[in-house]
């Protein structure tokens, strides 16, 4: 009986063992995409005239941002708060709608959203 309860003592410490070294990768997997994507992101092909950002907060917070700036020096612009949430190449925007989309970063270390845009953002900060 003593070995039944050494063994099982010894099982139940292994699968213990295994659930926190599991959750502590899934917790520093989740940091480093949250510190990768950190940042103000505008889109390439954004110049004087037309502005499309993105600005994702550590506190997984952010602003989009949309600007148009005329000739005649008007503009029209809008900033839309947003909510995200990153796990493994997959980023969940909350803004007015809910957006699900993969995303990478190519060659150039460009963001990738493609349900957003077939155009890359670029770190801008």
């Not at 139940?12 to 949250?34: G, H, K, P, R």
């Not at 460009?110 to 953002?121: D, G, N, V």
């Amino acid at each position: 009986m003593k070995n039944t309860i050494t063994s099982s003592f010894a099982v139940v410490l292994l699968i213990v063992a295994t659930l926190f070294s599991c959750s502590t990768n899934d917790m520093d997997d989740n940091q480093n995409e949250t510190n990768t994507l950190v940042g103000e992101w505008q889109r390439l092909d954004s110049n004087a005239s037309v502005v499309n950002t993105f600005e994702f907060y550590a506190d997984n917070s952010g602003v989009k941002i949309y600007a148009e700036y005329h000739d005649d020096g008007t503009a029209t612009s809008s900033a839309t708060g947003i909510e995200w949430n990153a796990t493994s190449n997959n980023i969940q925007l909350l803004m007015d709608e809910e957006i699900n989309t993969p995303y990478s970063f190519n060659a150039e270390g460009q963001l990738i959203l493609s349900a957003i845009s077939e155009i890359p953002f670029v770190r801008i900060d």
